[in-house]
Structure formats: C-alpha cells, structure tokens
C-alpha cells in the first residue's frame, strides 16, 4: 500500500500551478433516487448525479498569475494531483466556478487567502 505525504500536491488553475499552496481539499458525491415499489418491504435506491467542489488554502501572494484569478464568479478549469505531477500519478481535472474568495489577515500569521469552488460538469480522474 503506497502512502503520500501532503507536500507532494499540486494544482493548477487556468493551466498554471498555484503558488503558495498549503492544502486542498476535494469532496465528491453522488445522488440516489428511492425506486421502492409500494409492495417491497425494504427500500431500493438508484445512483443519480455526481457533483465535486473543493476548496484551496495558500499564502497570499499578489504576483502569483493563478492566484490573482481566482475571484468570485470566474471558471476555472482545474487539476488537482495529491501525489504530484510525476507520470503516473494520480489526477482530479475538472472545471469549476469559484463561490468564494477570502484573505485572512492576522497579527501574528502569515497572510492567506482560501478560495472555495463547485464543480460543473463531470470530474475526470486519471493519471499524469
């Protein structure tokens, strides 16, 4: 079993890595429809749609190209690759819209800005 420690991530944004980056975060998931007939005497379900969002921790860095784009509103297509850019390693692409931009300023920190999204349109998963 092969274990990843978290420095190993990357994603880009637009085509382009994002600078500063701490974390991210991805969360898939998937509708299901009751399809129980009125005689069953349990309940059945149906896979419905997916959706994915996320959401991207970074040190605040106005000369960063990526970072600068990601306001809210803006689509961006997205790879996400917790093991790193190495072939063959794993990889999440997809387009997102950003819902939210915040930059948190506190005394005794170093400047952040969290930018979260949803996803539009099916997530892809794959290799490098």
Sequence with gaps: MATHHGKEGVVTAGGTAVGELTSFTLETTGDV?????????????????TSFSGTLEMHFDETDTPQTTLVAGASIAF???????????????????????SVNNAMDAIVSRTVTFQGTGALTIGTV
């Design 33 to 49: 429809v009751e399809d129980t007939q009125l005689s069953d005497a349990t309940k059945s379900f149906v896979a419905g749609r």
């Design 79 to 101: 790879i996400l690759l917790p093991e790193g850019n190495a072939s063959g390693d794993r990889s999440f692409t997809g387009t997102g819209i950003v819902t939210g931009m």
